[in-house]
């Protein structure tokens, strides 16, 4: 069988044909339960390798300078560079993806000023990286089971999460599906298929392995989806999670977000191989990479990895290389470790928004009247939100104390009493009137 | 367990002959509640369990290092053959991502089973215990929850085990709300209590006492059954002092109390605390309300055990109710050591010593 990946660079073609084919590791493992040890054969036995025996002493050149290619759809003014990629998405659809990016994108700058102004405490923005979130999102079945890290709103937005509990969840208020326990960007919802993140990287990759083992049992073909970031994939969780999903056989689709910052560890500090994707067949599995600023290649890469993960129940990696625009939180200020001409690069010359507003207009779908219109449209229906955020009460804080374990316990039934009382004595120092009563 | 080599010790000195075990298992009666009973030891108990669990539950699984050809301990001994190997399964060499998975498992809402081969190889998966099991329900709103998660690993001294296979880990995890920790004394009490942490909603860690895997055998229903979480028991009842202890240091606190009353004429109230989190603090209490006198004991060393927890809570609610200092009889504040296990661990002496002091103070 051809395991390539041994006998120098990666092949390097331009079409969807990058997925390594690791049908030589499952005819091996089929080997391996039928081996019979004959020492007569010149052929290794050992059970934990086979391949051929070589008696030149070379060491494996790891390839980072020509490593797994780029799949791309779209150039950078948006032109379709090879027809036969184009997903010919309905107009209805391709504008959905528009409106959708541009959305994510107004909510992120209201919402990133609101934090500056003492509003709300915390903020991630999504700049740069809405492509990633809508291509692959639109590639799913809404019943998919989906993982994240944190910089992933525009998944939820295109599943149609309403503005209305982005804002209650970044306010805290009465109305946040999560009654108000985590920071803000901690998204979650049950109807949409979202499992709500926590802030410790990486914990979801092998949790997602695990959903998907259990999701495979059900046999209702859905797949799962896992987002993270390239440096969330130096956790030891990550390692954990390819491995599982791939000797588990999982219906999983690994999707990291390779946009070159860990707050301010850029990627040749992260890691020394050829990024995430030339992990996947350390592991047996397929793997990808992909321009995550061009949403139709990311489209097309999901939608494959998807099918295959569930048809054949394997997991698959997409490597989607973007560029984090904006800083890493509302508590980082990136001038301090990179240059603002290289940021303006990338928000000028390769930004997903863009390059999709070409496509649309170089088929007359989106003109400037359009654009100004939704614009106008969009920020005015996020400040909409934004205002009956603001103006909404925190929740009742008997929630402090309810949801550590499914029933109430004694122990924690006092310290609640106990709360309360003290609080009836002390009113005057605690800010009952922000919450409901 | 360590068996006392007796016979033919001409070739052997003294010092060669490993030491008899620190405790005499002592069963409960046969239950009548539960349906037929059949002889089994600890490790058997927990097939039982495992065995209802995979028939009742189809979407139940088990998986964890070297499950599949019937475990270390033997407990999974033939249930990939009757459920399948998809419901029983080896996972790679990985803890934090066995608990990992087990949490995803539960999440997208089957019954996860996940074995930690030693509780002493527990700790790479801390942060996915503590950190994302515990919370999982609070920090989304009550939307998702992986109270279908059980994690099982065995737990305690065995004669030889030295650092690393020796620990009881569980006041690390007392230490965080949103989990229950439970520690069965017997096979009786082993089946009972896991089926009930399988069933209960929240995510459950179960230890169980391997030095008792063989060496404890009860007449123990075939039927599944469960025995309350959260729910100490007094064992015998008494009048002077209350012992508390969990797993294997029970049987231990048993002799101690025959000795206290034979030697000393001390009538000693014996409680199996079971669930360590959330721990039955009203049995306790009302327990220490009665006699004024506690003694605690684990084999896990003693600054920051359970026992200070339970210490401190005890003297909050019962202070005036003492007549002595609440004593702790516990490992020393080392690691757990080979050659010296004899000398470590909280003993018979050790305990009858600190019920005369608590006495004759």
Request: hydrophobic share 35%; charged share 20%.
């Amino acid at each position: 069988m051809l395991c390539l990946l041994f006998l120098g660079p990666f092949f390097a073609t331009a079409t969807m044909r990058l997925l390594i084919n690791n049908a030589c590791i499952q005819s091996f493992q089929v080997l391996q339960l039928q081996q019979t040890f004959d020492s007569s054969l010149e052929k290794p036995q050992f059970p934990g390798a086979s391949a051929e025996f070589v008696d030149q002493l070379e060491f494996i050149q790891p390839n980072v300078i020509s490593g797994i290619p780029v799949y791309r759809v779209m150039d950078r003014q948006g032109n379709i560079i090879n027809p036969s990629q184009d997903p010919q998405l309905s107009k209805e659809t391709v504008l959905n993806f528009y409106q959708k990016m541009t959305m994510l994108n107004t909510m992120d700058r209201i919402l990133y000023e609101s934090q500056r102004q003492g509003r709300i405490s915390f903020y991630m923005t999504n700049y740069g990286e809405e492509g990633t979130h809508i291509g692959s999102a639109a590639a799913l079945d809404p019943n998919d089971l989906v993982f994240g890290q944190y910089r992933e709103a525009g998944v939820l937005m295109y599943r149609g999460f309403p503005l209305d509990h982005f804002m209650a969840q970044c306010y805290a208020n009465a109305d946040d599906l999560g009654k108000g326990r985590q920071m803000p960007v901690h998204y979650g919802s049950k109807d949409l298929n979202f499992v709500t993140i926590s802030s410790p990287l990486a914990t979801q990759i092998p949790q997602a392995a695990g959903a998907a083992y259990a999701v495979k049992r059900e046999n209702t073909n859905r797949a799962v989806i896992c987002y993270f970031g390239e440096g969330a994939a130096s956790e030891g969780d990550a390692h954990a999670g390819f491995n599982f999903s791939a000797t588990l056989e999982c219906p999983l689709i690994f999707f990291c977000r390779n946009n070159g910052y860990a707050i301010s560890t850029p990627t040749n500090e992260q890691y020394r191989g050829d990024g995430i994707a030339a992990r996947g067949p350390g592991y047996g599995m397929l793997s990808i990479r992909v321009d995550g600023n061009d949403v139709f290649a990311v489209y097309n890469a999901t939608k494959e990895a998807r099918r295959r993960a569930v048809a054949e129940n394997q997991p698959f990696l997409i490597e989607a290389m973007t560029y984090r625009i904006g800083h890493h939180s509302t508590s980082d200020d990136s001038s301090a470790y990179r240059s603002v001409d290289e940021v303006n690069y990338w928000d000028k010359q390769d930004h997903p928004i863009s390059r999709l507003r070409h496509y649309m207009t170089a088929r007359g779908w989106w003109s400037e009247d359009d654009e100004r219109s939704w614009r106008k449209q969009s920020r005015k229906t996020v400040m909409e939100a934004f205002e009956r955020a603001e103006r909404r009460l925190k929740p009742n804080p008997e929630l402090l104390f309810t949801d550590v374990y499914q029933e109430m316990i004694p122990s924690l039934n006092k310290q609640r009493e106990s709360l309360w009382r003290h609080v009836q004595q002390y009113k005057e120092n605690y800010p009952l009137d922000l919450y409901e009563k | 367990s360590a068996v006392a080599i007796t016979g033919c010790a001409c070739s052997r000195t003294k010092t060669q002959r490993r030491h008899a075990a620190h405790f005499t298992f002592q069963p409960d009666p046969v239950p009548s509640q539960y349906g037929p009973t059949q002889k089994m030891n600890l490790f058997q108990s927990i097939t039982s369990a495992l065995d209802n669990t995979l028939a009742s539950d189809p979407t139940a699984v088990i998986f964890g290092e070297d499950v599949a050809f019937g475990g270390v301990f033997r407990c999974t001994v033939g249930l990939r053959d009757k459920y399948g190997k998809d419901r029983v399964f080896n996972t790679p060499l990985c803890e934090q991502g066995i608990v990992g998975f087990g949490i995803g498992v539960a999440v997208a809402g089957a019954t996860a089973i996940a074995e930690i081969q030693f509780a002493d190889y527990i700790f790479p998966a801390f942060d996915q215990i503590v950190n994302e099991a515990a919370k999982y329900r609070y920090r989304s709103g009550n939307m998702f929850d992986c109270g279908n998660l059980t994690i099982r690993a065995p737990w305690g001294c065995v004669g030889h085990g030295s650092l690393y296979h020796s620990q009881s880990p569980e006041a690390f995890f007392a230490h965080c709300p949103g989990l229950k920790v439970v520690i069965p004394r017997s096979p009786i009490q082993a089946k009972g209590l896991l089926l009930s942490c399988i069933a209960d909603k929240n995510p459950c860690i179960f230890f169980e006492p391997k030095i008792l895997y063989r060496a404890a055998v009860e007449q123990v229903p075939e039927d599944p059954y469960t025995i309350p979480l959260s729910q100490a028991e007094v064992l015998q009842e008494g009048s002077d002092v209350t012992l508390v202890a969990w797993g294997t240091q029970i049987h231990v606190l048993k002799e101690v109390a025959s000795m206290a009353q034979e030697k000393l004429g001390v009538s000693c109230e014996v409680i199996d605390l079971q669930t360590i989190l959330p721990w039955d603090i009203e049995t306790v209490c009302k327990s220490v309300v009665k006699t004024g006198r506690l003694l605690i004991s684990h084999e896990a060393p003693v600054t920051g055990g359970f026992a200070s927890e339970i210490s401190s809570t005890v003297q909050e609610e019962c202070f005036l109710n003492l007549e002595a200092p609440i004593s702790r009889v516990c490992g020393y504040d080392t690691p757990f050591p080979h050659i010296f296990e004899p000398f470590y661990i909280p003993d018979k002496w050790k305990c009858f010593e600190a019920i005369k002091k608590m006495i004759n103070y």
